[in-house]
């Protein structure tokens, strides 16, 4: 009795110890509160302007690299342009982890998920572009569009990175395979799906997409969703008027799940990366190819491209009979924009800004054939065609929306990506999707 | 030198800076993980005390409960496969391959020191159904079948990763229990050879009651290793398709690092740390208590 009351003790003793010890050593481990805007440490110019992006885009890291020797290379002088890249795999983890400890780059590219750029921009970690870019004096070198997609996309009221990239996305398609098949260019998801099943039938797979990354194919659900509901209604489940799981939401990803469940996205999307599907199409394995306009530059590369960029064709994603959206909405977004570090935020960055907002633009076309959500001063001579009809589609768009995981939580957009293979594969019906992503998205 | 270990302070002396370090680097982020998992937020937005609500979060949350079961079922089919093909295994080499057996132990022992991501790419590649098929479809459609989606379908994808994880640990738990047993005297086996046991019987009445302390450490090793699984599943399959192979480690590097909860994630850590303490307790337990009826 006397041993169990003294283990008895003991182990109340062990057991406050280690809970008083946790929470002091929690107590040590970092602020509580979000630390401060705007930053003046780096001020007096530190010498290095840093940059820190993706390995898997290269546009960026040469556009610099290119404006350093060139338009930028006082600035460069100032403050020397390093930079480093990583695996997009392991992004925003990679993003938290720096901004935690105020370690971002000059300028990065900013996280994947809008959520966590959100809360960069409320706890001050990045710079407020639409204030700086005034004093610089060069606000009116973004254009508008660019810069509303952006702030639509943060949910803010001010600019907080810029538009190195400004994308539509459709389906792309082998006009070749089209023709060969009578089908003409779908207006509406029932013509898609008839040209679908006509290809299917002729032995031709009918969408190309990689099931691995999943948004390939989420895409489509959000797509649907506002060429059905409207140009609100995913705006309508992030201010909680909507559910996912309501059945006209439900509607859109049993569209695409059919699609799935009918194998037109071929044997295992689910297996399927990028880099596959990006091949699989350019070399003629596919009719229709849902992407964004970045990859006009691997359309207009003639080694990837092995069926030709006078064979592709951009269609918009098509009406939905009856739907409350209009073909006209194009899906755009800026790609993955850059940002700037309030950590490091001085003098010399400030140049750097003046700067890249100034001459980004036109290096960017001239030498990647990028869309940009910069001014142009100058059209290359010998621009490709697709290029141009990028450019057309961007200037005559009455309207954009942006996409299916633009507002959702970084759970719900994980959630969301892992399981857009199953739905291509036709493993998960639309009300499964749905439901996972809504509880993902309700935390 | 009995002196010098008899001198309580010069002993401290010695063993502290490897206590230091240990303390550094094990004991101390494990009260900060146990702290953690009173909060939640993350290093950006900040912290906030919210007493035991993740525990409780945990026992609600369907996409933990699914990671907790796959993560049992994981462990117990690939521990008691992994264990059983390499005490098999052992038995081979003690019994009938003998001498000739070092060039086997050193062939199914090979794929032990290969990377975990070569060998996971290997066997998607093994397994591949698109763009192209793999050896295994290919062999499939040539038999007339149709090509399978291993990897794509949950319950395909399982048996693929208990099959990649088995070949690659089954040489190591083979020679680990080698060893054991080649440490029973010859003398107890040729008196039980003369008492009439003979092959199933010699090795269930001598062969597993004498090589039970090795065998006890290596369902320790497997149950716990398998318990923490996460480079092959991640290299595989990366948890899908969907969340369908998703681990409870997986789960919890993803809600740490991609979700941005501290908190939540240390709170599935800690669960994942109960769950082995646990299942090693309770084999120690019943182990022992099997021994001394032995």
């Keep these: 009795m006397k041993k169990s009351l003294i283990r008895g003790r003991r182990g109340a003793a062990a057991f406050a110890l280690v809970g008083a010890g946790a929470i002091v050593l929690t107590a040590c481990s970092g602020s509580s509160s979000p630390s401060s805007s705007g930053s003046d440490e780096g001020s007096g110019g530190s010498g290095e302007f840093t940059y820190l992006g993706q390995i898997q885009n290269t546009t960026i890291a040469t556009t610099l690299t290119t404006l350093s020797t060139g338009a930028c290379s006082a600035e460069n002088e100032a403050a020397t342009l390093s930079e480093d890249s990583i695996d997009s795999s392991t992004w925003d983890q990679q993003l938290q982890l720096l901004a935690g400890q105020d370690a971002l780059a000059s300028i ?72 060969d098949n009578g089908i003409d260019v779908p207006a509406t998801w029932d013509d898609l799906v008839t040209a679908a099943g006509t290809l299917d039938a002729a032995g031709v797979q009918p969408f190309v997409a990689s099931g691995g990354e999943g948004w390939p194919v989420t895409r489509l659900v959000g797509d649907y969703i506002f060429r059905d509901l409207g140009a609100d209604a995913l705006q309508k489940v992030a201010d909680g008027e909507a559910s996912l799981t309501d059945p006209e939401y439900v509607a859109a990803a049993d569209a695409i799940a059919e699609l799935g469940s009918a194998g037109y996205f071929g044997a295992s999307p689910g297996t399927v990366d990028y880099d596959t599907a990006m091949n699989q199409f350019l070399t003629g394995g596919g009719a229709f190819f849902y992407m964004g306009s970045w990859a006009v530059s691997n359309f207009n590369d003639r080694e990837q491209n092995q069926i030709g960029a006078d064979n592709i064709g951009f269609m918009p994603f098509p009406e939905v009979t009856g739907g409350a959206g209009s073909i006209d909405e194009v899906p755009a977004n800026a790609g993955v924009p850059v940002m700037l570090s309030s950590a490091t935020y001085g003098d010399d960055t400030a140049a750097w800004l003046k700067c890249i907002v100034e001459n980004y633009g036109d290096v960017a076309l001239a030498d990647s054939g990028q869309v940009t959500g910069f001014a142009v001063t100058e059209v290359p001579a010998d621009q ?28 719900g957009t994980s959630v969301s990506q892992t399981n857009g293979g199953a739905l291509a594969s036709g493993q998960l019906s639309g009300e499964e999707f749905m439901s996972l992503v809504q509880a993902a998205n309700e935390g | 030198m009995d002196s010098v270990f008899k001198d309580r302070r010069a002993a401290l002396l010695m063993i502290a800076p490897a206590l230091l370090v240990y303390t550094l680097v094990m004991i101390v982020p494990i009260f900060w993980s146990i702290g953690y998992t009173t909060l939640d937020g993350n290093a950006i937005t900040g912290f906030e005390f919210v007493g035991l609500d993740n525990y409780t979060h945990f026992f609600q949350d369907p996409a933990a409960i699914d990671a907790l079961w796959f993560t049992v079922r994981y462990a117990v089919l690939l521990t008691v496969l992994q264990v059983g093909c390499g005490y098999g295994l052992a038995l081979l080499y003690v019994f009938y391959l003998r001498h000739k ?66 070949w690659r640990s089954m040489g190591f738990y083979a020679v680990l229990l080698y060893a054991g047993l080649v440490d029973i005297p010859a003398e107890v086996l040729e008196s039980g050879r003369i008492d009439g046991a003979s092959g199933l019987t010699l ?37 899908g398709p969907g969340s369908a192979t998703t681990p409870l480690t997986l789960y919890m590097f993803r809600t740490s690092f991609a979700y941005g909860e501290y908190g939540y994630g240390s709170t599935i850590a800690m669960m994942l740390t109960l769950l082995c303490l646990l299942v090693t307790v309770f084999i120690f337990r019943s182990m022992r208590r099997d021994v001394t009826k032995g």
Aim: hydrophobic content about 50%; glycine content about 6%.
């Design chain 2, 203 to 239: 090795v269930r009445r001598i062969v597993i009651p004498l090589s039970l302390p090795v065998l006890l450490s290596s369902v320790i090793f497997s149950i716990n290793g398998t318990l923490k699984v996460f480079d092959t599943i991640v290299a595989l399959t990366n948890g």
């Design chain 1, 108 to 179: 990065s590219m900013a996280p994947g998920t809008p959520a966590l750029m959100q809360d960069f921009i409320s706890s001050g970690k990045v710079v407020d572009l639409s204030t700086e870019l005034d004093t610089l004096g060069v606000s009116d070198k973004v254009l508008p569009a660019a810069a509303s997609t952006i702030e639509a996309l943060y949910g803010a009221d001010a600019l907080y990175a810029l538009p190195t990239e400004f994308n539509i996305e459709g389906f792309w398609y082998n006009k070749q395979l089209l023709e």
């Design chain 2, 101 to 166: 057996a070092s060039w086997v132990r050193t062939v199914l022992f090979f794929p032990v020191v290969l990377p975990t991501v070569a060998v996971a790419l290997m066997f998607s590649k093994f397994f591949q159904a698109a763009p192209t098929d793999g050896p295994v479809n290919t062999i499939i459609t040539a038999l007339g079948g149709s090509s399978v989606d291993w990897l794509g379908a949950s319950s395909s994808a399982f048996w693929i990763i208990i099959l990649m994880d088995l």
């Design chain 1, 384 to 411: 490709p065609e697709l290029t141009t009809l990028v450019q057309d589609t961007i200037a005559n768009a009455p309207s954009s929306v942006l996409w299916f995981e633009a507002k959702f939580s970084a759970q």
